[in-house]
């Protein structure tokens, strides 16, 4: 009696859950949320940056990057050219945020990337793949093949599962339509800025190889390693 009145009692509440209606049943559905931020580079180094780009990953359900061809010392980009990211909140996601910001000096001839763990990891797993950054030219605008070369200088890396030179910066539901500002320090460290908290980091320097070639896909110019 005990098991067939235990049985009617759970057949009553599969039902129930089920007439629940569709907007209770996303909560719980492990009450995760997905969220969007909004991020901007702030740049406080010393000279105005170029070829600067950004990629964020949350694990492996969301990825997005953004690039912008200048940014001028002590500026961020207009607000129109903020980039959005995406993340997951809730009490059982298990995603993180990773961040790998790339940019170049003046004059280009120095490349700067986050490097959390402070060793040669970034740059050993970027030579690993290929030291020489190849843009085309088609005609492009200064602006257009700056960006081209940031674009180019983090293809691999985008496309790859590897963490090696993301930062994790945990954004959380306090963040979400919030702006997230990323700042180049004057010594080129890199701190993160949101509304929940703030993570630090120092970047790896490297001389890039580039190679720019014309729409025939001849090399009109190369970059020179010292």
Do not use: C
Not at 66 to 82: T, V, Y
């Amino acid at each position: 009696m005990q098991t067939k009145n235990f049985l009617y009692a759970l057949l009553a509440l599969v039902e129930i859950t089920a007439a629940v209606p569709s907007s209770l049943e996303r909560r719980i559905d492990w009450g995760t949320v997905k969220r969007t931020a909004s991020v901007t580079i702030q740049n406080n180094a010393p000279e105005k940056i170029k070829s600067v780009s950004l990629i964020h990953k949350y694990s492996s359900v969301y990825k997005s990057r953004a690039e912008w061809p200048l940014i001028e010392q002590g500026k961020s980009p207009d607000p129109d050219n903020r980039t959005t990211v995406e993340y997951n909140t809730g009490p059982f996601t298990t995603g993180r945020d990773w961040w790998l910001l790339s940019f170049y000096n003046d004059d280009i001839t120095i490349n700067y990337m986050t490097n959390p763990n402070n060793f040669r990891d970034v740059v050993d797993f970027l030579e690993s793949i290929g030291t020489v950054t190849t843009i085309s030219l088609f005609g492009a605008t200064a602006g257009v093949l700056a960006a081209a070369v940031a674009k180019a200088t983090t293809d691999r890396l985008f496309d790859s599962e590897t963490t090696v030179g993301f930062k994790q910066h945990i954004l959380r539901s306090e963040d979400a339509d919030k702006l997230t500002t990323i700042v180049i320090n004057a010594d080129y460290t890199i701190t993160f800025k949101s509304e929940s908290g703030i993570s630090e980091t120092v970047t790896a320097r490297r001389v890039p190889d580039i190679q720019v070639k014309n729409e025939k896909g001849v090399l009109v110019a190369q970059s020179q390693k010292r």
